[in-house]
């Protein structure tokens, strides 16, 4: 099995910061990517930072989020991390922590999700 554990979300002021954490773990053959989306109250799940990780290492972030966010990875604890500074309302979202696993030599790759985490900016 495959668990992605998410930590970090809370309540915090307009131009705040958060730092987002997920967690893999489980039967783990390769991690291909991991990244964040968010889903905000009415709307549907979209991407905020994706990481592919590995020797060629790409780094796709949303619109809305450069030069705020950063995505950044901890290949040795399977940890993705998400640090978010000048948050917005708008930033106001549950966000889900994704990653496609491959969890034996055999298996294809697969996306997995965490829990999702609440975020809330609001003074």
């Known amino acids: 099995q495959v668990q992605l554990v998410e930590s970090g979300g809370g309540l915090v002021q307009p131009g705040g910061s958060l730092r987002l954490s997920c967690a893999a773990s489980?039967?783990?053959?390769?991690?291909?990517?991991m990244g964040w989306y968010r889903q905000g109250p009415g709307k549907g799940r979209e991407l905020v930072a994706d990481n592919t990780g590995g020797g060629a290492c790409y780094t796709n972030y949303a619109d809305s989020v450069k030069g705020r966010f950063t995505i950044s990875r901890d290949n040795t604890k399977n940890t993705v991390y998400l640090q978010m500074n000048s948050l917005t309302p708008e930033d106001t979202a549950v966000y889900y922590c994704n990653a496609r696993i491959r969890r034996t030599a055999w298996d294809d790759v697969n996306a997995y999700w965490g829990q999702g985490t609440q975020v809330t900016v609001s003074s």
């Open positions: 489980g039967r783990l053959f390769s991690i291909n990517a």
